[in-house]
């Protein structure tokens, strides 16, 4: 820890101060390994990838688009939102805009209209990538609209840029997260997010050039962007990105077919893999190395049944769109029961009292997790919503909502969403605790918490579940489960069947869909 940074503070090295993202994740890697592989995009799970990009050719096309995108008379700094589907043009529309010093947008395909419009407006986007498939009939007057082969025509641009003459702390790109208003917010990172995610490559991933990472998810979430895009090339490691239908028997084939090092998904995905398709301790998973897990919690029993079918492990992370992870087990910090992990390293992360203050916890007290607003990989703000941004802010910590504990080891035990927290008969429960238990019920094969008002003065600890296949939808049983091995007062009072747990495009429970449920 340098002087500078006082008691506390990030101890890692801090980016230079002229840095441009593109350069540092794509212009290293292009001039260390020209020839190797940096993208393989799969639209068939067993067949050799439909496209086989090299660092030195992702280069050209990203340094062409940025030509072409100056060329359009976009001032610096202009927002460029992209609605398109999830293949490569996405992601070098995205290291385009970047490697010009412009602001991408990335946005999900599932997206509505309205939603989408939404975002629009809201960012006030000079330039829009719009898929055919992906309609707007209100776009405001003065923007700029091309398709995806527009952009693909931009990618063979007669000219190439140079990457922009940036400062670390210049705006990089712009992602919108669920607000707490009804509205989504927009968090801007600057160029520095990509450095700042360093403590990540051996504190998460054990990342190596030799890797072969496959993220499950979509372009629009900075859980794939970073850890399916930035991060791999960043090591002169390949991506690999799958275009095709993603039922999740598929995922074994391809992590075979691909030879995928490292696979990357959500806790939801994991479980259906287990559930749903074919894996063993022998060839079904090919030369995987460990998997990578975050987005949400995992279900009880998910680690162990894991290495016990696949004889892999897998590290969880926790983190937050501001952030990106910075809270991991690794192949050099091995999972502690219960707990996510340890602080990565050179990050400063702290428990801070609920109710407020400053100064941290002892250990083993619960409270709200705090990272020391110094990491590099720390947004630059919310996206003109000053009245939001004072909310996460406390003197010089950065407090994203999540409730936790921290051992004597250093392990950061997840206790839940300040938010999520349910009050019941006076007392403050979490809802992963009472799914936990939940979740061992024989006939519960997804369950999710949460707080809801049965009348107007009433709330009560609500129990959503998605029932095995064949099982009888009897709350009854399941209530006197709970009875048995919870408190009384953490017991739930309403048990409500559904089909499926309302989730995000990218598989995160939304656990505000249930907290908005009302009796019948």
């Known amino acids: 820890m340098s002087e500078q940074q006082g008691a506390f503070g990030f101890r890692g090295p801090l980016p230079p101060a002229r840095f441009n993202m593109a350069a540092y994740v794509i212009g290293r890697a292009a ?14 799970p067993l067949s050799p990838p439909s496209e086989i990009w090299t660092f030195a050719a992702l280069e050209d096309a990203v340094l062409r688009l940025a030509a072409a995108l100056k060329a359009e008379g976009l001032e610096p700094g202009a927002r460029i939102m992209i609605r398109l589907e999830n293949t490569s043009t996405y992601a070098l529309l995205f290291f385009g805009a970047i490697a010009a010093g412009y602001v991408p947008l990335p946005t999900s395909s599932q997206l509505t209209e309205g939603e989408a419009e939404f975002l629009l407006q809201d960012s006030g986007a000079q330039f829009l990538a719009l898929s055919d498939a992906l309609p707007m009939s209100r776009i405001p007057a003065g923007v700029r609209v091309v398709d995806g082969a527009r952009i693909r025509a931009m990618a063979a641009y007669p000219h190439r840029a140079t990457y922009a003459d940036t400062a670390a702390d210049d705006p990089a790109y712009l992602i919108y997260t669920s607000g707490t208003t009804s509205r989504p917010k927009g968090v801007l990172h600057a160029h520095r997010a990509a450095w700042g995610r360093r403590p990540m490559y051996q504190g998460w991933y054990g990342i190596t050039p ?3 990472v496959l993220h499950a998810g979509a372009f629009n979430w900075t859980y794939t962007l970073g850890t399916g895009l930035t991060d791999p090339w960043a090591n002169g490691a390949t991506s690999i990105v799958y275009t095709g239908p993603k039922d999740p028997t598929i995922w074994p084939g391809l992590i075979r077919s691909s030879e995928a090092t490292i696979f990357a998904a959500v806790p939801t995905l994991y479980r259906q893999i287990l559930r749903y398709a074919q894996v063993d301790r022998g060839e079904t998973l090919g030369v995987l190395r460990h998997g990578l897990m975050a987005g949400e919690a995992p279900p009880p029993g998910l680690f162990e049944e894991w290495h016990e079918r696949t004889g892999r492990e897998i590290y969880e992370a926790l983190g937050m769109s501001e952030l990106s992870t910075y809270i991991s087990s690794a192949p050099a910090v091995p999972r502690k029961p219960g707990a996510v992990g340890k602080p990565q390293p050179g990050r400063c992360v702290v428990i801070l009292p609920a109710e407020g203050g400053t100064t941290p916890l002892p250990l083993g007290e619960e409270g709200l997790l705090a990272a020391h607003r110094s990491d590099p990989g720390l947004m630059l703000g919310y996206w003109n919503r000053p009245e939001e941004e004072a909310e996460v802010f406390r003197g010089e910590w ?4 999540d409730l936790a504990r921290m051992d004597e080891e250093g392990y950061v035990t997840h206790c839940g969403r300040a938010n ?6 006076g007392y403050r429960v979490a809802p992963q ?3 936990a238990v939940l979740s061992q019920h024989p006939a519960v094969a997804e369950v999710a918490c949460a707080e809801v008002r049965v009348r107007a003065d009433v709330s009560v600890i609500g129990a959503f579940v998605v029932p095995r296949p064949g099982a ?4 009854e049983s399941i209530k006197r489960f709970a009875a048995e091995r919870l408190a009384a007062y953490k017991c739930p009072r309403e048990v409500v069947f559904l089909d499926a747990l309302p989730r995000t495009a990218n598989g995160k429970l939304r656990r505000g869909d249930l907290k908005n449920w009302r009796p019948t």
């Not at 009888?472 to 709350?475: A, F, K, L, S």
């Open 31 to 44: 001039a260390e390994y020209p020839d190797k592989p940096a993208l393989l995009v799969f639209s068939d």
């Open 210 to 212: 030799a890797d072969r």
């Open 398 to 401: 950065f407090i994203g909502g």
């Open 420 to 425: 999520d927290i349910m009050k019941a008969l």
């Open 433 to 435: 605790e009472v799914e």
């Open 472 to 475: 009888e939808r009897d709350p």
